[in-house]
């Protein structure tokens, strides 16, 4: 025989189990293994885009750069691919190049269009000098292009390590 406090706890389990049925899923990063494919091909593209330095080529440096680029160098932000392009090909004339950089973060939108990678700048030397923060735009025909790029020196005790 059914007690009607039996009855009370089956409707609250059915009410329970019907909301969470129909409760909307929300999708979090929490608890994951690894990068996504996406965050690993903006990780493979910020790295292509870190060889160029290594291997003296500006006009692969060029390619990914999106029209609209803006990048925070010098004393005021570089806007669009020919003004980022004319002060970067500096750092392209000498036979070695004068820092390397790499991501060790990488975020991706939900969306698939926008993507931030960050990670350490070092001299010709491999010592510190600096993080880096990139945002990379998907751009037509599946192309990561970057957008906004922006370097901040590290303190002298960061850079010890």
């Known amino acids: 025989m059914q007690t009607p406090i039996d009855a009370a ?28 494919a996406q965050e690993r091909e903006v990780a493979d593209t910020e790295r292509a885009f870190a060889k160029t330095m290594a291997d003296r080529d500006f006009a692969a440096f060029n390619s990914f750069l999106s029209n609209e680029a803006v990048f925070f160098s010098g004393p005021e932000p570089r806007r669009g691919k020919q003004a980022v392009s004319e002060w970067w090909q500096r ?7 004068p820092f ?6 990488v975020e991706v ?13 070092r001299n010709s030397e491999g010592k510190l000098i600096a993080r880096f923060s990139s945002i990379w735009r998907l751009e037509a025909p599946h192309t990561w292009r970057i957008v906004f790029d922006q370097g901040c020196e590290v303190c002298a005790e960061c850079a010890k390590n």
Not at 100 to 105: A, G, H, I, T
Not at 111 to 120: R, V
Request: charged share 15%; net charge neutral.
């Open 100 to 105: 390397s950089w790499e991501p060790d973060r």
């Open 109 to 121: 939108l939900e969306s698939g269009n926008l993507a931030l990678s960050t990670g350490p700048v």
């Open 91 to 97: 750092y392209y004339q000498q036979p070695k190049a």
């Open 9 to 36: 706890v089956i409707l609250i389990a059915v009410v329970l189990v019907a909301g969470c049925a129909s409760a909307p899923r929300q999708t979090t990063t929490e608890g994951r293994t690894g990068p996504s």
